[in-house]
């Protein structure tokens, strides 16, 4: 009981970790870049949602105008800045990271630094094998169980998937195919900030919306995306979410939360070491 | 932790006599102002330093905060200023980190040559400044709730520099114990944020828990910036706690409060809250926040003359829309405080804010008269338990009182030596 | 994966021009700090050491990512560590020589924990972005222990540090109380690291640094044991960090996990990005101007100075790779030249 109690508690921490970390991961996945504005692209996402619910938009209609809105600031980043740097990783990274600052001090201008919310449309629990479930959870871990297989058959199983992949691991070749490389760099983009704000507006009925909302994410994602490895989109980001926040939970049943969290982190940097291109690639 | 059980209320005697004292200060101090009006008219003004935290991860108690003292300063100098001086605040941003707390505390003594400091937010800005206002010989007057003073943690408390115009635990927690027991239930689970005022709130009521007959059947610290509940949740359940006492402190208590709200479990648990003013709750909605319990010395939504005074000048001065909360009030209560002891003193410097705002009584103070004791620069305070109504709208109709205390003592301080700076 | 070859031109000509007039600049900016008290009194006074000493923590970050082209978001993590370290080792001993040891204990432990982490990575191949993401978990880790261990580092509350005293054994003390004392003792200090590190950089371990940044692969193939270099290169800038913090201790009387934090460690990137990542100088410089301009306009406009370093941020990214001082660079040189 107590253990089925943990294992479902792990279980929805880790999909809705994944969730939260899978744009990060198709970003830096599939054109390798670490989009540090991550947390400031959830953070964007949960601002939209909040004002369109406040202004009469249905929940679920408002995450998806979230979604949408942070695409197009993302594709607009993307065409200004990020797209002369592809090839140098230390540019992006503090590239999104001035993103990061600047989207953060311009959210509070706009929105002030109070606390917000949405109403929760699935405010009750439910019930399985007698443990209580917050059924709003279970069905975003749901949500999120089946956005990333979705995304994995896309990858995998289409010609379209098959492309971006055999761009990412031979540019030229992808060129002389004929593919626009600029244009397939600029959609990997945006449906990676597309997935954030999605991942944004979803976690909405479940934290305090404030400026930094994205930070509590933030450093937990690029471990996800680290220690589960580049281009390992579905098993890469399950694992990777499993070890940074499932595991959290395990470890804290035994030592304090602080403790546990600070375990997770060093057991991260570990697998990184022993692992340095993810959990799932052979030595 | 050494916070042994020092029950040494003072004896009502004592309030009677410092009243009649203050009064006649009081009468004396009018008088000389009057004198110096005049004379003073061209003198410069005085100047007062204010941290507050108005960006960084707690900006967003910084607007009721300055707007607290700003308020109070705008009255003062309506009123003809302090010994016929207009008062002006010098602003420091905080942005929530101790290290550049360190910068403008310093930079307001040294460079705009402050006369006094007021504000700094959370208790690690708090202790931050110690050492600054220890070395220049300038006073602070600190408006927070807080875990009370141990000599351990000098020079941030136990200073003779530092005035506390918030309540600690046993102000806070203590009146409201019975009530709580009486009509909740014995058991008590404790959730709090990871840090001293959560631990230093949970030991005395513990304390006074086990005095009461009831016990603790949990107890857990949440690191900073934590998104997942569940495990704490199903160990609440677990638990067979009646209440749950709650000090987990910035968006993390909303954190907490929404998912708890989820998870069904308001109607199987009562939450008492002693860190969700309005700011927070405005945060968390009606939905989450109904029926929950929540003590402190001020609330928006107390009936007292006074209060109904000070929004209205509040409202007028920064909108109908503007949040107050108990953080903002002490500032408030501080800057009048300082003005007074001033005026009494007929002179603006440490020795004289020190020499009068020691006994000092504050009869409009917005939760009903406060005064400082001159013991432990901590001040005496009402304490208010309200309970969060269902569907509330706003601020003015957020709270419903359950019972309040007037004058409530704070426990002694445990310094080295009592009175401080003796 | 490469780094881009570096903004700075080559030619030997060139070369040792500019290396003269760096030389002459810094001599000339020690000069001024040096004289400043003499001018000023009060704040600017008080607080210049701190800012010196931010200036210490850029240039451990210069000498990472500018020389070694390794980018840390960990560097406020050593300086925090040296923070506790002088407040824990002045408690536990009382002797006034304890200040020494503390700063002394600070730089070792600075320079164990970074040689630690370094190997420990560098050995495996763990290189660029991989690198980053470690040390900003290095940041939290650090924050995270110096809050949850209450009882050693008085948790999230934080940790109060004595001014220390110059101490001269039976001969007595000088107390750093005044203003003008500590000044005189942090200005040398900070002048001498960047003396030595210059020194070094233009030597031998400069020149197998400048080569692993350019092309980690041919300098392997070389037969340059690389990660024993780089470890070297995080020790020394952990040691730097610790030695930073240390003194930052003593001087502002207090410490806090927020020290070790991402937030303080991203700002020193924003610093020596703004400045120019290779030069020391212009690092030094960026820590101490960066700074005093964030205190001052922080007081005059909270929300939007933060957005404007932002913005000077994204430039000098995009526009200006040297920083500052690549734009002194480009203006100094004579026309042609390249």
Known sequence: MYALGVAIDATLITLVLALAAFGLAIIFGLIGVINMGHGAMLTAGAYITWVCQTNGVPFLLAVLVAAVAVAVIGLVLEHVLIRHFYDRPFETLLLTWAFFLITTEVIKIIFGPEFRSVTNPLPDAITIGGIHVPAYRAAVALFALALIVTSAVVLYRTSLGIKIRGLIQNRQMAALLGLNIGLTYKLVFMAGCFMAGLAGGLITPMLSIDPYIGNVYLVRSFFVVAVGGVGQLLGGTMIGSFLIGGSETIFAVVSEQAVAQTIVFALAILVLRLRPRGVLTPR | ?422 | MTTTSSAIPAGRAGRSRRLLTENAAAVAVFAILGVLPLLFGGYVIYILPQYMLYGVLAMSLALMWGYAGILSFGQAAFFALGGYTMGLVMQAIGAPEAAYLGILVAATIGAALAALVGYFLFSAGVRDTYFVIVTLALSIMVEQIAVSQSQITGGWNGMFVDRMDLAFGPLGAVSLWDDWAIYYVVLPVVALVYGVLRWQIQGPFGKILAGIRENEDRMVALGFRTPLYKTVAFAVSGAMCGLAGALYATHASFVSPSLGGVLFSTEIVVWVAIAGRQSLLAALLGGIVVASLSNYLSSVAPEYWQLFLGLLFILAIVFFRGGVAGVFAQLGRPRGGE
């Open chain 2, 1 to 422: 932790m050494k916070y042994t059980a020092a029950l040494m209320r003072a004896p009502l005697s004592r309030r009677a006599t410092l009243k009649g004292m203050t009064a006649m200060a009081g009468t004396a101090a009018a008088a000389s102002t009057l004198g110096f009006v005049g004379a003073a008219r061209g003198d410069e003004p005085i100047k007062v330093g204010m941290i507050s935290p108005l960006t960084g991860a707690w900006t967003v108690y910084g607007a009721a905060h300055s707007a607290g003292f700003e308020l109070a300063v705008d009255e003062i100098n309506e009123a003809g200023g302090i010994l016929g001086r207009q008062v002006e605040i010098v602003v420091g941003d905080s942005r929530t980190e101790p290290r550049v707390v360190v910068e403008q505390a310093n930079r307001l003594i040294r460079q705009e040559r402050v006369d006094f400091l007021a504000g700094t937010f959370s208790s690690a800005e708090r202790n931050a400044a110690g050492p600054v206002v220890e070395a220049s010989g300038k006073v602070l007057l600190y408006p927070t709730f807080y875990e009370g003073q141990l000599q351990e943690y000098f020079p941030g408390v136990c200073n003779p520099n530092i005035y506390m115009f918030g309540p600690e635990p046993t102000q806070q927690v203590w009146p409201h114990m019975e009530y709580i027991l009486e009509n909740f239930g014995k058991k008590f689970f404790m959730i709090g944020s990871d840090y001293a005022w959560p631990q230093v709130t949970n030991l005395f009521t513990r304390q006074k828990l086990e005095e009461l007959g009831g016990e603790v059947v949990g107890e857990v610290y949440i690191p900073f910036n934590t998104p997942q509940y569940e495990s704490v949740l199903r160990d609440i359940r677990e638990s067979g706690a009646d209440v749950i006492f709650h000090t987990l402190t910035g968006s993390d208590t909303v954190n907490f409060r929404q998912q708890y709200a989820a998870a069904g479990m308001k109607n199987d648990f009562t939450l008492w809250t002693v860190d969700d003013e309005e700011v927070v709750t405005t945060g968390l909605g009606p939905d989450v926040s109904a029926n929950d319990y929540v003590s402190f010395d001020y609330f928006m939504s107390i009936e007292h003359p006074n209060n109904a005074a000070f929004l209205e000048r509040l409202r007028a001065k920064f909108g109908d829309d503007v949040l107050m909360n108990t953080v903002g009030v002490a500032m408030y209560n501080a800057a009048h405080m300082a003005a007074l002891a001033l005026n009494q003193a007929g002179e603006v410097s440490t020795e004289a804010l020190r020499g009068y705002l020691g006994d000092l009584e504050f009869n409009d103070a917005p939760q009903g008269p406060v005064w400082m004791r001159a013991l432990d620069n901590q001040l005496v305070l009402p304490s208010y338990l309200m309970k969060v109504r269902e569907g509330w709208t706003g601020v003015s109709d957020m709270f419903e009182e359950i019972q309040n205390f007037q004058g409530v003592e704070p426990q002694n301080a445990q310094c080295d030596s009592l009175p401080l700076g003796q």
